[in-house]
Nanobody, 115 residues
């Protein structure tokens, strides 16, 4: 059974930082492209960042220079380091794993940026 379990969300003030983690099980993690998506109320789910099995990263324009994505294949975990957070970053963040036609989602973790 495939599981992607996010953690690290919470309430943070504007300008602050958070690190999200996603622990994967049931997949050969190292060969999957892993990503983080987010969905704010009333908005569609959007890609935030992704990292391929080879370590190639991709970021949404809105987070470039503020967020980084990394993976630890030994721990089957992908991370999203979020710095200089803005109120518009408030959303539920979802972990995603993809390999060819197979894709899996976590249940999400809420990030709230507010003073």
């Amino acid at each position: 059974q495939v599981q992607l379990v996010e953690s690290g969300g919470g309430l943070v003030q504007p300008g602050g930082s958070l690190r999200l983690s996603c622990a994967a099980s049931g997949i050969i993690f190292r060969i999957y492209t892993m990503g983080w998506y987010r969905q704010a109320p009333g908005n569609q789910r959007e890609l935030v960042a992704s990292i391929t099995s080879g370590g190639i990263t991709n970021f949404a324009d809105s987070v470039k220079g503020r967020f980084t994505i990394s993976r630890d294949n030994a721990k089957n975990t992908v991370y999203l380091q979020m710095n200089s957070l803005k109120p518009e970053d408030t959303a539920v963040y979802y972990c995603h794993g993809r390999l060819r036609s197979m894709d899996y989602w976590g249940k999400g973790t809420l990030v709230t940026v507010s003073s």
